[in-house]
């Protein structure tokens, strides 16, 4: 019995089988199902965003946005004008929507050509967060560390070993010492 799909838009019913005899629509779906699962629903909408017009976009051209996508996810980091960042699966997932978003919002030229916006996405993330991370292990001027509140001073000998004296007694006992001068 053959596996069939069907197109959630249209409802036309293939069988997987025969997509899957195109060496190319194999690679493409081998690259899909490389991609971790957090990036499953994302995945597609982007990747037709490269669609140009309103054709369908060839197996050949899928296969390698995916494998070059993959590529850039498992790299783990992202570079851009020689400066490299971490980009952890999180950041991907972010960007991904931030691209869907945008091009939703009418502001990205379409179709894509390749992963250049997704990555300076990813990459202005990135440098926010290892610039935020860096600031926060950054030692401080001792000018800007926060001043330690004043310490109780230690009662004087003779004075009570209660913790000092009251107020009324501190008042009483400024009124002598300025009798005595």
């Given at each position: 019995m053959p596996i069939e799909g069907v197109c959630p838009t249209c409802g036309a019913k293939f069988d997987l089988a025969h997509a899957l005899q195109d060496g190319e629509a194999r690679q493409a779906l081998a690259a899909a199902l490389s991609l971790p699962a957090p990036l499953a629903r994302l995945v597609v909408p982007y990747l037709s965003l490269h669609a140009p017009g309103k054709k369908r976009i060839a197996w050949r051209k899928l296969a390698r946005l995916l494998r070059e996508l993959v590529a850039l996810i498992e790299a783990g980091?992202?570079?851009s004008g020689g400066q490299s960042h971490a980009a952890p699966l999180e950041l991907w997932r972010e960007g991904l929507e931030k691209v869907l978003a945008a091009a939703e919002a009418g502001q990205l030229t379409l179709p894509l050509e390749g992963h250049g916006y997704l990555t300076k996405v990813v990459w202005t993330e990135a440098a926010r967060r290892a610039g935020r991370q860096a600031a926060a292990q950054k030692p401080m001027?001792?000018?800007h560390r926060p001043v330690a509140p004043p310490t109780q001073p230690s009662p004087r000998r003779g004075e009570g070993q209660g913790g000092g004296e009251s107020i009324a007694e501190h008042l009483e006992r400024?009124?002598?010492?300025?009798g005595k001068r």
């Open positions: 980091q992202v570079t001027h001792p000018s400024m009124k002598r010492s300025v």
